[in-house]
């Protein structure tokens, strides 16, 4: 998901309006607080809770800025921030929010999955139909 994908789905969670934005991304600290109360029964052997944590943060934060933003702005909100200007700011919000993620993620190479080694197969090279050697 690029960030111009990232910008359209916060423009539409803002458009959501404040009644929905408030309880719903509210909801959504909450458990990511009992998550973290709870981060010793997640089997993450591999990457510590601290680190999911700070790899996570920018989530929150999109959470606490799409909340502040929503209660001020126009759509439900008290319309401090007029229209269009706070989809503006929504949207430049989102695009740094989409930089900070990025760039504070879990590298790669430790989301693998976990994979015995006798059980790893070699694949077999395809082999062109009959019908895609007719098309040649």
Known sequence: MGPLS???AALIVYWSGWATVSWLLSLQIVLFVIYLLCGRL???AHISLSQQVRSSAWLIGFYAVTIVLSWLG????LGVIGHPLDTVVVAACALAIYYWGAATGIPAHQLQLDTDDDEATE???ATPSPLHAQLR
């Open 6 to 8: 990232f910008i359209i």
């Open 42 to 44: 997640v089997p993450t």
């Open 74 to 77: 126009s759509f439900g909100g």
């Open 123 to 125: 694949v077999a090279p």
